[in-house]
């Protein structure tokens, strides 16, 4: 007989994180599902009222984190699984962006995932290991118009993410940087916030806006089954690009990055180091 998983996973409320919560559930498997606002999981709490969890959390709050976590590991005993999806969209230029705006991103999609991180590990640490799936973007190998905050916020999680894989692996605790392809979540609608558009940037607004098009992508529902194995993998891997259409994106980007290197190599060259 399968012992049921405990899961912890932010930003529960719509997009990725409801798909990742009802596929847990639908697995048999205990779920603490967390939100800013938890309204949207009613339905769930209702269909199981025995292996789901609601909890209200603002990722962007350390401390509310901390006391967040402990109760969803005295939940169910333990944490298993954690997905940290919680995020939102800055859309607009890195000019036309305000400190404030700047750094409320930040505090959610960067900091709030550290946050959870820091808050977990002790958790998994004394149980003897565990899962953190830290959910990125196929985004973060480069920046983009328009979403350069966003896409410094998943570089950024990234980053910290392979030093904290290297740093609790001797604990049996897995990290793996989930980087998404483009799912209809909502991001561009209900997680996002516009910066004030300057007049000199509408000709390249309009020009990315038509390339991007009107395609809101495959519905979130449709990757869960790859977390879901993800999760069950004994020896996952460090990363994963989620969507093959997101697979072969990534892999222009990294060519096209490696051609410029190329490029410029005798430049590069010429100095020491």
């Not at 930003?11 to 498997?29: N, Q, W, Y």
């Not at 899962?131 to 910290?160: E, H, I, N, P």
């Amino acid at each position: 007989m399968t012992t049921a998983r405990a899961w912890f996973i932010t930003g529960a409320s719509r997009g990725l994180g409801r798909a990742f919560t009802e596929a847990a559930l639908a697995a048999g498997d205990n779920v603490v599902a967390s939100s800013r606002n938890v309204e949207p999981l009613a339905d769930l709490a209702t269909e199981y009222p025995d292996t789901l969890v609601v909890l209200p959390l603002d990722v962007s709050d350390r401390k509310a984190v901390f006391a967040g976590v402990d109760r969803a590991a005295a939940a169910f005993g333990r944490l298993d699984v954690v997905v940290n999806n919680a995020g939102g969209l800055l859309y607009g230029m890195v000019e036309e962006a305000t400190e404030e705006q700047a750094r409320a991103h930040l505090d959610v999609n960067f900091f709030g995932a550290v946050w959870v991180a820091q808050a977990v590990l002790p958790h998994m640490r004394a149980q003897g290991g565990g899962r953190l799936l830290q959910v990125t973007s196929m985004g973060a190998a480069g920046g983009m118009a328009t979403v350069g905050f966003y896409g410094a916020g998943k570089v950024a999680l990234d980053s910290v993410s392979e030093a904290l894989a290297m740093e609790v692996e001797q604990f049996g605790i897995k990290v793996t940087i989930v980087e998404m392809g483009g799912y209809d979540t909502g991001l561009f609608t209900k997680g996002i916030t516009q910066t004030e558009p300057l007049p000199a940037y509408d000709a390249l607004r309009a020009e990315i806006a038509e390339m991007w098009g009107e395609e809101s992508g495959p519905d979130p529902s449709t990757a869960a089954p790859v977390i879901m194995e993800l999760a069950g993998l004994p020896d996952p891997p460090r990363r994963l690009i989620i969507g093959g259409t997101a697979f072969d994106q990534v892999q222009e980007l990294d060519k096209a990055r490696a051609d410029l290197y190329r490029e410029w190599e005798s430049l590069s060259r010429k100095a020491p180091g």
